[in-house]
């Protein structure tokens, strides 16, 4: 018994003394380690967080406390605003503007290329001419951007896209294969605060760019192994063709939008499959209106909607086409019988 209490005893005086040591240790020297959250990127009520670093506390009660080392990351927010286009501000001294916009949009200070995004919206809106001149520079920082991982960057070049798309139009052909692309890419994804950008662009670039020049950029991704990818291209299909009007139709090639209306009605993802129905409806339009204007001595009997399919797709698609089309006008049909 007397053995257990000197033991026990010889416990308790060897934990004080080390603690008299411990408190005998300047501040700077005590290993006292605690964990801070840095909170960056803060956009709307939702934050972004960086992995925590070790940082030592500030003791005001040492009196050389502000000697001690300062953490290495403090606590930050940043907020990023995204505004739309109708809330945007002009741009003053635009030439200083413009001359500093390159070194912006290429730094590594993702806030600052942030800013440097929605500077090119304000010229885009505001100075177009005076951007003009260095748009295709202007458009490949945009797709970099796009790539750019962190969210809010992502998200403020697509908004960037969109206002490309509504002040430049067809100036931005020669550039939009790698913006069509990255954009298609991010509409398919799941960051749905992205996705929706990227959506809003893609509806302003239908809107804005000459269909005739911008079908043939969007032909290629209806093939693509993305599924989601093909539905937003089918999409962006989908709203182009009407815009040609019954002449431009005409002068693209009938033959060739139905060949490619018709691959996309056994898709996966039925997005794409409503997209290449909404267009072989108007396609189908448009052939009957051109038919019956046709003079006769030229075609004394006209080629039905039927036979022009079976002329110019495979029997599998020619029966598709036929049944989705005959379905949705007798559909139509029935609808105007009741009202």
């Known amino acids: 018994m007397c053995l257990s209490y000197n033991f026990y005893f010889e416990r308790v005086r060897m934990a004080a003394k080390a603690l008299k040591d411990l408190n005998n240790l300047p501040v700077s020297e005590r290993n006292i380690d605690y964990k801070t959250k840095l909170l960056v990127g803060k956009m709307n009520g939702t934050a972004e967080d960086k992995p925590p670093q070790n940082s030592v506390p500030f003791d005001h009660n040492h009196p050389k406390g502000d000697e001690i080392e300062k953490p290495e990351a403090e606590r930050v927010i940043v907020e990023i605003e995204y505004i739309e286009s109708k809330d945007l501000n002009n741009v003053t001294q635009v030439d200083a503007v413009l001359k500093s916009l390159v070194t912006e949009l290429d730094s590594k200070d993702w806030v600052l290329v942030c800013d440097a995004l929605n500077t090119i919206r304000r010229l885009s809106i505001f100075h177009k001419e005076e951007m003009l001149h260095m748009l295709e520079k202007v458009i490949l920082f945009i797709v970099k951007s796009l790539k750019n991982p962190r969210s809010a960057v992502s998200k403020t070049a697509c908004m960037t896209s969109a206002d490309i798309f509504s002040s430049y139009n067809d100036h931005t052909i020669d550039q939009l294969d790698l913006l069509l692309t990255q954009l298609l890419l ?69 033959e060739k939008l139905v060949q490619a209306a018709s691959s996309q009605l056994s898709d996966k993802l039925p997005e794409s499959r409503e997209a290449a129905r909404a267009v072989l409806l108007e396609l189908q339009t448009v052939y009957k209106k051109t038919t019956n204007v046709e003079p006769k001595e030229e075609h004394p009997e006209p080629v039905t909607w039927q036979i022009f399919c079976q002329s110019n797709l495979s029997p599998l698609s020619a029966q598709a086409v036929i049944r989705v089309t005959n379905v949705a006008g007798v559909a139509r049909e029935g609808l105007v019988a009741g009202s």
């Open 186 to 254: 991010k509409s398919s994804q799941d960051k749905r605060f992205v996705c929706e950008a990227a959506e809003k662009a893609l509806v302003a670039m239908t809107a804005h760019v000459s269909p005739a020049l911008l079908l043939p950029k969007l032909q290629p991704f209806l093939k693509n192994r993305n599924p989601r990818i093909r539905a937003k291209a089918s999409t962006c299909f989908s709203r182009c063709v009407p815009r040609l009007g019954i002449e431009g139709i005409r002068e693209y090639g009938i």
